[in-house]
């Protein structure tokens, strides 16, 4: 293929099911290849296996040294380090809290935690990206009233959602985006002076955010060129959540804080970002007709500037809401469609691949990293658990002669033995997990606390249904052709 590729409706059908495709094959390989070559089988579980721990001893390791790093950037005064930079710019802070049908006590505990950081009012202007379909002016006129005084300015927008357009974040931040391009034009601010924080409606930021990002900013001789993004943790309502949504939680906030410290070149933001707008003004913001908008606007950029674009960690933890409901079914179902959204993010895979082939300036060493990157997390996303639980156990079951071999005796026994040195790595998490969530308002006996601990033993089955299922279901809709609409997580 050359740089002049066709982006046929073919080509893009073949790249949606590359994914798809490949986990079917993958989740039902041991059912239809063990009757016929159980060895063959055998030996890919023993491989998946190997893989699989190899995964869980290095996140549980990052983790750590994430962990280690945020204990350090908490005690470090950016306010005094920014001092030495003033000569080079004088940063404005844009904040977008993109929401729609969000409580009104949400946007307020939000804007709070952006009060509380350790930064003048004239550096930040709070932008609250409404969608015109809500009516919201009431919500608007009660935010400014409350905490006008503390922002150099509160710039309300609202989108108006057009035919072409994919309602969700990426829409809505794009034409708050445009208006914020046309503030800075005409108050004459640089737009390489500008930084863009997207703030979702339910993210607490840490006191010292902006202090430590207009450090990083400053500090960085490629600052154009670079997001900042610090771990997302589902941990402002931790004790309102069912266990089971509790444990996913958990992974997910462990597995976040993991990607931090894996380099530059694995690093993707996610949820709660920052960037200059000078990067998101020359690409033209985010794509109006997508749906999770933070690992596309990275390749965006990756692609549209020619393979220079990169994370920087911000090693400071933002906290946000994990889904909840009324219910403990409805938790579960608001949970299960949070995460279906967010393996739909699978589709940009088709999109990387060919802007792959349309960027032959950019080595292939580099575009391969990140596509395997992109890849490996949807198509692990909804392999691990059947490999993990059920396949060491199915070439014997399909294939009874394999068991009188000595490699069909042992595959489930070194399957276990591999599960049960991996119950380090959960142990490692569930440490992590107990320093980093909140405390409790009240304080629980022993017998409470070891009831905790004991809920893990429903990590597969938590696993499965709130992660596994709608991952699958996500990537099995994108492979039919069934596409899935934007659904706002419901927030109590």
């Known amino acids: ?23 079917w094959v993958i989740i039902t390989f041991p059912l239809w290849f063990s009757p016929f070559h159980p060895a063959v089988v055998a030996y890919f579980i023993i491989a998946f296996d190997l893989y699989f721990f190899y995964k869980a001893i290095s996140t549980v390791y990052y983790a750590g040294l994430s962990y280690r790093k945020i204990l350090l950037f908490n005690k470090i005064n950016f306010v005094k380090k920014i001092g030495r930079f003033k000569q080079i710019i004088k940063v404005k802070h844009f904040v977008i809290i993109p929401n729609y049908q969000e409580p009104l006590y949400k946007l307020q505990s939000t804007i709070q935690s952006i009060i509380d950081n350790k930064t003048g009012k004239d550096d930040i202007y709070l932008v ?20 006008g005084v503390y922002f150099n300015n509160i710039i309300p927008t ?26 800075c034009i005409d108050n004459k601010i640089e ?29 960085d001789k490629d600052r154009r060129y670079h997001f900042y993004c610090g771990p997302v943790l589902l941990y402002n309502n931790f004790w309102q959540l069912p266990f089971f949504v509790r444990i996913q939680s958990t992974i997910s906030s462990i597995l976040r804080l993991a990607f931090l410290s894996f380099g530059d070149e694995r690093l993707i933001q996610i949820s709660t970002y920052s960037t200059n707008l000078w990067l998101l003004k020359t690409i033209n913001f985010w794509d109006l007709d997508i749906i999770p908008e933070d690992w596309h606007i990275f390749l965006q950029s990756f692609f549209a500037k020619k393979g220079k674009v990169a994370v920087n960690p911000i090693f400071l933890p933002t906290n946000i809401d994990a889904p909840e409901g009324k219910t403990f079914a409805e938790a579960l179902k608001n949970r299960y469609l949070q995460c279906q959204r967010h393996a739909w993010g699978a589709t940009d895979i088709p999109y ?4 792959s082939f349309q960027h032959p300036e950019i080595p292939w060493f580099t575009k391969i990293l990140r596509l395997f990157k992109i890849m490996e997390t949807h ?26 071999t000595s490699l069909g005796y042992n595959l489930p026994r070194f399957s276990q033995t591999i599960l049960t040195i991996c119950l380090v790595a959960i142990l490692v998490t569930i440490i992590i997990d107990f320093k980093l969530r909140p405390k409790e308002a009240k304080n629980k006996g022993i017998f409470s606390k070891l009831l905790e601990i004991g809920e893990w033993l429903f990590m597969p089955v938590a696993t499965l ?26 927030k109590f």
Not at 10 to 16: D, I, L, M, P, S
Not at 352 to 355: G, V
Not at 466 to 478: K, N
């Open 128 to 147: 609250l990206a409404f969608e015109k379909r809500e009516e919201t002016q009431e919500k608007y006129l009660s935010l400014k009233k409350q905490f």
């Open 158 to 183: 609202y989108h108006p959602l057009m035919a072409n357009e994919a309602p969700g974040k990426a829409s809505n931040q794009t034409h708050a985006a445009r208006i914020i391009d046309r503030y």
């Open 352 to 355: 990387a691949i060919y802007q």
């Open 1 to 23: 293929m050359t740089k002049q590729i066709a982006y046929s409706r073919w080509f893009q059908k073949f790249t949606e099911i590359v994914i798809p495709v490949l986990t």
């Open 191 to 219: 737009s390489d002076a500008v930084l863009v924080t997207v703030c979702d409606a339910d993210s607490h930021l840490p006191g010292n955010y902006f202090s430590y990002l207009t450090y990083r900013y400053l500090a």
């Open 379 to 404: 198509l692990i996303w909804s392999t691990n658990w059947f490999i993990l639980t059920l396949g060491s156990s199915l070439p014997a079951i399909l294939n009874p002669k394999f068991m009188q």
């Open 465 to 490: 249904f709130m992660s596994v299922l709608p991952g699958l279901d996500a990537q099995t809709r994108l492979m039919i052709g069934k596409r899935l609409e934007y659904k706002v997580t419901e």
